[in-house]
């Protein structure tokens, strides 16, 4: 009995640093590829959008502001939100390039517009 005391006390010999290492790599491994590398992408995607921006261009701010840009300088665009309202905004803040529809029919001409209201039958 005392044999088997002695044999389970020493016990088995450990991987020695790599054994203990090799969670951690693992782990830091996981976050790279869940959670940096996507994010990088992201970033780059991001300016290369922000350094394609020309005026009159609609684009969407990242706070949800529709607007225009009419002017373009190295850090900063100015953007008409309404007619004769101008907001001087980071580039950093502009979320989204929105693309003009190609469909130049107005909306009330529109067969989608309105089916509501038409009378069936």
Known sequence: MQ????????????????GMLLPFLL??????LLFWRPNQKRRQQEMQMQSSLVPGVEVMTKAGIFA????????????????GTRIRMLKAGIGEVITPQVDDTPV????DFGDDDKPKG
Request: proline share 7%.
């Open 3 to 18: 044999g088997l005391i002695n044999l389970a006390a020493e016990g088995e010999p450990t991987g020695g640093l790599i």
């Open 27 to 32: 782990i830091l491994l996981v976050f790279w």
């Open 68 to 83: 225009t840009i009419v002017e373009v300088h190295d850090q900063d665009v100015l953007l008409e939100i309404a007619p």
């Open 108 to 111: 009330e001409d529109r067969p």
